[in-house]
């Protein structure tokens, strides 16, 4: 699968990449990294003036109702520029959510708030992956903890697995995020995605779906996916254009060094895998707009490519800048510390492996029996 | 914003109704066991079918047999081609380098002479540009042609020459004027294979099958008339013929080795350690990496369809496949091997016509993937150059220029 962007959806691309790079300001993300909790006011202003919290959402909720396609190449952008904030995404996993399997009166209370960019969302899924104890919902409240959870300090809803007490099952549940959850602000390496643990005390909880709820939580997660995988593409090209400038323009042993081999190589194998990782990207947000029943194997793909691009651009664009590239100075570090965070934040590659293999050979158990 | 347009559609499902009934005769299925030279007439049969049913040469003008269409339609037939398996490879140098070139600079009357029978098969066609000490480096060819009143007298040497066993015609570049600065001394010609002087001796690959051949020329005598180009013009007419296909329909994913499927299914016989091998994480991630390598793959494809089917020139990175493809071919067939264990030393000689299908001769192939056709190295070059931007390497050979 794949498709062309249309002259709308370059527009789009235009004009995220004109704001983002006019407001970019590394010196900004720097300071972020020597603080906990914070992220960058005025990128997520631009994301809200923009209108790009609205976009997947639909217009009788204040959205814009595009598709995921849009958002994953505004993500796409926003990656180029390392996003200040997670919200993108993890706004579009609670909306999504509420979208796939809440009730009319819940969206109608809890998705224009999500449009407006007011609420911020955030989910916890990993628990699709695996068989962690999650945390307990009992009489509509939310009890446990969880974390670190991207966007936990600044989220006002969150979507994650739980289990049910009555009924004994998983459930995913819809928590609001009031004062009966503390939160605790976590120092990462990449500190501006608002990373937290959460404790919930009572949260007041609702559940999304019972039916199938490990399948549920998956697709949202694939979903999710999806979108990362445009950001890291965005940090894939960003460390490739740097890398291939640099190259160009630094000179040694009377010459520039992207005229030796073992850099201009370095640099062709970035732009390699930059190029799988958007292959498998659209192939993915194909999917993820056409509700294809094939969403999670192919948000795997784009998540395995991704990750691998992503750290590959930032760690040999670091090496090609030699010295300077380790640098606090230098803006590539933000890269590597976000390549390394995206790897991290939505399920690691081993999980994401499992997961397509296991289709690959379900598939092929079912063709035996067929 | 995705799907082909309704024309495109209906020739598919054209090319479609014509091969299907095929299948028995030319199919995968069909070639298990041939050897080379029963593969290769195979595929001279499947040739002339095409062409009887006005399917060969899709984008050569109608006059000289072909059909008159664009490259889109190019690329769809040979996706359905390859999904049945028929032998059309043998063809494929003949009719995208040399046959395009003599449409180019040939006579009509060359035209009219040479071109139908190569589109029906009739004819095959070599492309004679690497020689023993010059592969990628093109312009350093040695091969000699000398003016001899209204002739030219060809003698030197030439490798790697793909099929050439089976040939009649070749295209050949050499050196016309030793003075002249390396790039500007060489002169393009066709050439009569069959001809006096000419020496065809197969080369034995390190698989045991021989696909290459050394060419000789002594005292090969060959009309001016059958010169293309200007004298001088050889290296620009040898870099043309390499770029005529900017876009080759990359229809296989598997980087040319046995699908994903035989390794899956490989994986769920074999018991690693008490359980199924595909319940292993080392096995999955190999499965699991080549999958998302062929997906990516298969989109960077599709996404070139859509380009030309828009009128508009494929993008740069389809320029990666052959490079990503024998990458995944390795780590898919030495997993496999090494799910095998000691049964994976049994080897087949006569499997080189299959490496889609057997594990050892994809994994024994591999090498050479890796460098024909443009070696990694040269395609890392490539990639840095003319898409990125990047200086070209120390080249002292160009210095004087």
Known sequence: ?370 | MSALSPELEAFRARVVAFMDPHVAEFGQAARLGLSLDDDVALARRWQATKAAAGFAGLTFPVEYGGAGLSQIEQVLFVEEEAARGFPSAYFVISLSMPIPMVLRYATPEQKARFVPPALRGEQMWSQLFSEPSTGSDLAAVRTRAVRDGGDWILSGQKVWTTFAQYSDYGVIVARSDPDAPKHRGLTYFFVDLKAPGVTVRPIRQLHGAEEFNEVFFDDVRIPDAWRLGEVGAGFRLAVETLMIERYTAAADETGFGPPLDALVALAQETQLNGRPASQDGRVRSVIARAFATQQALSAIHEKSVLELAAGREPGPEGSIHKLVGARGRREVAICALDLMGADGLRFDAAAHLRPKTDFAMSWMDQPTLRIAGGTDEMLLNTVAERILGLPQDYRPDKASR
């Open chain 1, 1 to 370: 699968m794949a498709f062309l962007l249309d002259d709308d959806q370059r527009q789009i691309v235009r004009e995220a990449e004109r704001l983002l790079a006019d407001n970019f300001s590394p010196d900004r993300l720097r300071d972020l990294l020597e603080r906990t909790g914070s992220h960058d006011q005025v990128f997520w202003t631009a994301c809200r003036d923009m209108g790009w919290t609205a976009i997947t959402i639909a217009e009788e909720y204040g959205g814009l109702d595009l598709g995921p396609v849009e958002l994953c190449l505004t993500a796409q952008v926003a990656g180029r520029f390392v996003a200040g904030a997670p919200f993108l995404s993890t706004s579009f996993g609670a909306s999504e959510a509420l979208r796939r399997h809440a009730t009319p009166e819940v969206r109608a209370r809890l998705l224009p708030g999500l449009a407006a960019g007011e609420t911020i969302g955030a989910v916890h899924l990993s628990a699709a992956l695996d068989a962690d104890a999650t945390p307990q919902l009992r009489d509509g409240a939310l009890h446990g903890a969880l974390g670190p959870v991207a966007a936990g300090l600044q989220a006002g809803l969150l979507v994650t697995l739980a289990h049910d007490v009555a009924t004994e099952t998983d459930v995913m549940v819809l928590a609001e995020l009031d004062a009966r959850t503390r939160r605790a602000p976590v120092q990462t390496f990449d500190n501006s995605r608002g990373y937290a643990d959460l404790a919930f005390e009572g949260a007041p909880a609702s559940i999304l779906t019972t039916a199938d709820a490990r399948k549920a939580a998956l697709d949202l997660l694939a979903g999710v996916a999806v979108v990362v995988a445009f950001e890291q593409l965005g940090v894939a090209e960003a460390c490739l254009e740097r890398a291939r400038a640099f190259a160009n323009e630094r000179q040694a042993f009377g010459q520039p060094i992207g005229k030796f081999q073992a850099i201009k190589h370095r640099v062709a194998e970035i732009y390699v895998a930059t190029e799988l990782a958007r292959g498998t990207a659209l192939s993915a947000v194909l999917a993820l707009r056409d509700n294809a029943d094939d969403l999670v194997i192919r948000a795997g793909a784009a998540r395995l490519c991704a990750i691998e691009a992503s750290e590959l651009a930032a760690r040999e664009a670091i090496q090609t800048h030699g010295a300077i590239g380790v640098t606090w100075e230098h803006d590539l570090h933000l890269y590597y510390r976000r390549s390394r965070a995206l790897a991290l934040e939505l399920c690691a590659a081993g999980r994401w492996e499992d997961v397509v293999a296991e289709r690959l050979v379900a598939h092929h158990a079912r063709d035996l029996t067929a």
